[in-house]
């Protein structure tokens, strides 16, 4: 069994950064392709964005040219880097880590957009 753990989540004023981050519990996450996802209240869970094994990237497209994922397999870490962040932004960020049958969720990290 695998555990992620999202961090870097809190209050972001509009405009703002932020930069979350994923870390396994077992130096694993080099194998998986990872994503993050996000759910607002009253709303389904979203795709933000995913990244491969390879590095290959993939976004939503109304994060593109804000958000960027990235992953340092030595620190066995995805990063979320969110620029320009936007109120619609605001949401619980999840990380999510699939390979084969292997899927595996975090629990989440707020993300709160307020002036």
């Known amino acids: 069994q695998v555990q992620l753990v999202e961090s870097g989540g809190g209050l972001v004023q509009p405009g703002g950064s932020l930069r979350l981050s994923c870390a396994a519990s077992?130096?694993?996450?080099?194998?998986?392709?990872v994503g993050w996802y996000r759910q607002a209240p009253g709303k389904e869970r979203e795709l933000v964005a995913t990244?491969?094994?390879?590095?290959?990237?993939n976004y939503a497209d109304s994060v593109k040219g804000r958000f960027t994922i990235s992953r340092d397999n030595a620190q066995n870490t995805v990063y979320l880097q969110m620029n320009s962040v936007k109120p619609e932004d605001m949401a619980v960020y999840y990380c999510?880590?699939?390979?084969?049958?292997?899927?595996?969720w975090g629990q989440g990290t707020q993300v709160t957009v307020s002036s």
């Open positions: 999510n880590a699939k390979l084969y049958d292997n899927d595996y």
């Open positions: 077992r130096n694993i996450l080099r194998l998986y392709a």
């Open positions: 990244i491969s094994s390879g590095g290959q990237t």
